[in-house]
């Protein structure tokens, strides 16, 4: 029974300094944008302020009374006014360059997403939590698969 108890605690400390050290690799980072404000302004402020070279969007969740976004293969974006729910918001972020998606829905539970673009405007709240690393460093270049600048991934 002792050995089995050994082992226990051995696998306990194990797993507990495996999470210690995850937990030095990432920083949470929570936000709340209030009524007016612009969904990507107000990321990309959070992301200057706190110097974030390699971050993601973990969670978010509110409302916006105006969407702008650039749909698949269309070179400029669509906007539309009235009050929408966020349900999804991702991609990465960093002062490097970011590339975001928004999902929203409308009073009828119907939901469109695309590219966020700039005026994206809070209509209650918006709760967002951002996660980043200082193991990655992200910038954004041209690497000739495509004509955008895209994600590049540097370990520091």
């Known amino acids: 029974m002792k050995f089995v108890q050994f082992v226990l605690l051995l696998f306990i400390f194990i797993c507990s300094c495996n999470q210690q050290q995850m937990s ?31 971050g ?4 978010c969740v509110g409302s916006i009374t105006k969407y702008n976004l650039r749909f698949a293969n269309q070179p400029e974006g669509s906007s539309r006014e009235g009050h929408f729910e966020i349900v999804s918001l991702t991609g990465t972020v960093s002062i490097n360059g970011s590339h975001l998606h928004l999902a929203v829905s409308d009073s009828t539970g119907a939901t469109i997403g695309g590219h966020l673009l700039d005026g994206n405007i809070i209509y209650t709240t918006a709760e967002l939590v951002i996660s980043s690393t200082e193991k990655y460093q992200f910038t954004r270049e041209k690497d000739g698969t495509t004509p955008w600048q895209e994600l590049n991934i540097k370990e520091k």
């Open 24 to 54: 030095k690799l990432t920083t949470i980072h929570a936000i709340r944008l209030k009524p007016g404000e612009d969904l990507k302004a107000g990321i990309e402020k959070l992301v200057k302020e706190k110097n974030i070279e390699a």
């Open 56 to 59: 993601w969007i973990s969670t």
